[in-house]
Nanobody, 125 residues
């Protein structure tokens, strides 16, 4: 089993920035890819960004390209999401997710294996 714990959420003004972090524990050797989903008020849960192990690669949702950056520290079993130029539409509960080894890399965007509890991000003036 893998456990994921998010941190760093909070209230930020439009145009501001925020950095989210996620720490994995348990059977971390089973993890291939890590990333983020979000769910805003009245919206369905959607994929945001991810970074895979070897072969290394990233995915970004079109809505966050150029504004968000995902990074990963394999030694610490963490993944971060640097969010800049935040908009009210970015307000959501952000979930850390992980994909197990030997699964297709694109599955992180549709069917990850493990989920965190979420951290709230609110963008408002």
């Amino acid at each position: 089993q893998v456990q994921l714990v998010e941190s760093g959420g909070g209230l930020v003004q439009p145009g501001g920035s925020l950095r989210l972090s996620c720490a994995a524990s348990g059977r971390t050797s089973s993890i291939y890819s890590m990333g983020w989903f979000r769910q805003g008020p009245g919206k369905e849960r959607e994929f945001v960004a991810s970074m895979s192990g070897f072969p290394t690669g990233t995915y970004y949702a079109d809505s966050v390209k150029g504004r968000f950056t995902v990074s990963r520290d394999n030694a610490k079993n963490t993944v971060d999401l640097q969010m800049s130029y935040l908009e009210p539409e970015d307000t959501a509960l952000y979930f850390c997710v992980a994909l197990r080894r030997f699964r297709p890399v694109e599955a992180i965007r549709s069917n990850p294996d493990w989920w965190g509890q979420g951290t709230q991000v609110t963008v408002s003036s």
